[in-house]
């Protein structure tokens, strides 16, 4: 039975998924809204009417681009206690695992066009996890005093600002 299963997933994992879907009579694949969003050719405004613009790709800009680095995982473990179907496992304020971190990526300010064009974009890296911990334990008998077994909480994962620079 055990093999069966394990054939079913497999084919399940490895088997391509097609999905068809009809395409409109002229073929086309494009946003049927499109048009009708920007029906006047005019550029699109901001909050208060100003017009705004495109933002100019990185080899385009007068500005200097920013980017930040990325962070790293500041997860918090995991315990894993394992005597068997006829052992005992006995907690006696013990297997409390600690919060997970903190991780943020830095804020991200592109450089001024001064007149020379638009000013540069700015890009802050991804974050990573800040996971909380888990306590298993796996035993015919489980006893647990006092403060036993208590997972750790996440941590916090917080992604910088990033300002692009003016023209």
Request: glycine share 20%.
């Amino acid at each position: 039975m055990r093999s069966l299963l394990l054939t079913f997933l497999v084919a399940l994992v490895f088997t391509p998924l097609t999905i068809s879907v009809p395409l409109p009579p002229d073929g086309s694949l494009q946003d049927p809204n499109a048009t009708a969003r920007n029906t006047h050719n005019q550029a699109p405004s901001g909050a208060n009417g100003e017009s705004v613009r495109k933002r100019a790709d990185d080899s385009q800009t007068a500005g200097g681009n920013a980017y930040t680095g990325s962070t790293g995982d500041v997860s918090s473990g995991d315990v894993n206690n394992i005597a068997g179907p006829s052992g005992t496992i006995t907690n006696n304020a013990s297997n409390n695992i600690p919060k997970g971190g903190t991780t943020q990526s830095g804020d991200a300010s592109g450089g001024a066009g001064r007149g020379r064009g638009p000013g540069g974009n700015a890009y802050t890296g991804s974050t990573g996890n800040a996971d909380g911990g888990s306590v298993s334990n796996f035993a015919g008998t489980v006893q647990n005093m006092g403060s036993s077994n208590n997972a750790g909480e996440g941590g916090t994962s917080k992604s910088g600002i990033a300002r692009g620079g003016s023209a």
